[in-house]
């Protein structure tokens, strides 16, 4: 667990990583400080553990990038910043929120099973539901992302688009 509260996205990826705009590659410097520093250790794993208010700070889509590219598939917590909690969705990491107690409790258990379908998350100390949108499941349970969605809807939007040109008619335009 990384038994931390108001962690911002400068302390997930500091800033002097910036400079690339591809997802991967950004895992090495996931808490560059805090592991350069000793501060804290980390293992890979499906899940992190940490506090509340995960995430607060500057809106960078790189924080969710490093996360997911070090291996986290989900992130458990008390709460998120918002922003930080939208970029986490638009990617497929996944942000669960629950009770302080059942994080702990996670972190204690060293292991978690977190079911998309059904909003659960089953750890030693039972099994806690968790709320998320219909369509961030959606996306999350079938791997999409913006482009995604959009190419699920690429029939009715081909349909719409042949509609407007039938119904155009002839351009006429006053010199």
Same mark, same amino acid.
């Given at each position: 667990?990384?038994?931390?509260?108001?962690?911002?996205?400068?302390?997930?990826?500091?800033?002097?990583?910036?400079?690339?705009?591809?997802?991967?590659?950004?895992?090495?410097?996931?808490?560059?400080?805090?592991?350069?520093?000793?501060?804290?250790?980390?293992?890979?794993?499906?899940?992190?553990?940490?506090?509340?208010?995960?995430?607060?700070?500057?809106?960078?889509?790189?924080?969710?990038?490093?996360?997911?590219?070090?291996?986290?598939?989900?992130?458990?917590?008390?709460?998120?910043?918002?922003?930080?909690?939208?970029?986490?969705?638009?990617?497929?990491?996944?942000?669960?929120?629950?009770? =302080?107690?059942?994080?702990? *409790?996670? !972190?204690? %258990? &060293?292991?978690?099973?977190?079911?998309?379908?059904?909003?659960?998350?089953?750890?030693?100390?039972?099994?806690?539901?968790?709320?998320?949108?219909?369509?961030?499941?959606?996306?999350?349970?079938?791997?999409?992302?913006?482009?995604?969605?959009?190419?699920?809807?690429?029939?009715?939007?081909? =349909?719409?688009?042949?509609? *407007?040109? !039938?119904? %155009? &008619?002839?351009?006429?335009?006053?010199?």
């Amino acid at each position: 667990m990384l038994d931390r509260a108001d962690v911002d996205t400068d302390q997930i990826i500091p800033k002097q990583f910036l400079k690339r705009i591809e997802r991967t590659g950004f895992g090495e410097f996931l808490f560059y400080d805090w592991i350069r520093d000793g501060e804290i250790e980390l293992e890979p794993n499906p899940i992190l553990v940490t506090g509340r208010n995960f995430g607060c700070g500057s809106s960078r889509e790189h924080a969710p990038w490093a996360l997911q590219d070090f291996g986290f598939e989900a992130i458990v917590a008390p709460s998120f910043a918002d922003i930080f909690y939208a970029n986490c969705m638009k990617i497929g990491l996944l942000p669960v929120i629950l009770e =302080e107690q059942h994080c702990r *409790g996670v !972190a204690e %258990a &060293g292991e978690a099973r977190i079911d998309v379908d059904d909003q659960t998350v089953d750890y030693a100390g039972g099994v806690v539901k968790f709320e998320i949108d219909e369509q961030v499941k959606h996306r999350l349970l079938h791997g999409l992302d913006d482009i995604g969605i959009t190419l699920q809807n690429s029939g009715p939007i081909d =349909e719409f688009e042949s509609a *407007g040109k !039938a119904d %155009a &008619g002839p351009v006429t335009t006053a010199l």
